[in-house]
């Protein structure tokens, strides 16, 4: 069991920035690929971006590409997403997500691969 915790939402102009960060809540067993999910209103569930636990593997959603930048430099099992560029379109509720991985180069992008799940954290980009 991982239990996850995002922080970082808000509400921002077109054009601006953020950036949300999520880590496990207590101790946890092994080492799992991460990613960030998003859900607009209305809308399925969205793959944004992903890392593998080392670190190495790395994906976006073409979307995102060349805004977003996914890290892991707090160490494993974390996921930091800094938002640059942000369009209202980006708005909605953004989700941690953890799966399991014995590979170190393993990464899931798919919102269905994920077995953990944090509670969200909102993401408004309105003028």
């Known amino acids: 069991q991982v239990d996850l915790r995002e922080s970082g939402g808000g509400s921002v102009q077109p054009g601006g920035s953020l950036k949300l960060s999520c880590a496990p809540t207590?101790?946890?067993?092994?080492?799992?690929?991460m990613g960030w999910i998003r859900q607009a209103p209305g809308k399925e569930r969205e793959f944004v971006a992903a890392?593998?636990?080392?670190?190495?593997?790395?994906a976006y959603a073409d979307s995102v590409k060349g805004r977003f930048t996914i890290s892991n430099a707090r160490g494993v099992n974390t996921a930091d997403l800094e938002m640059a560029g942000l369009k209202p379109e980006d708005t909605g509720i953004y989700y941690c997500?953890?799966?399991?991985?014995?590979?170190?180069?393993?990464?899931?992008?798919?919102?269905?691969?994920?077995?953990?799940w944090g509670r969200g954290t909102q993401v408004t980009v309105s003028s």
């Open positions: 997500a953890a799966a399991k991985a014995l590979g170190g180069a393993t990464i899931f992008d798919s919102p269905d691969a994920y077995n953990y």
């Open positions: 890392i593998s636990w080392s670190g190495k593997n790395i």
């Open positions: 207590g101790r946890t067993y092994g080492n799992y690929a």
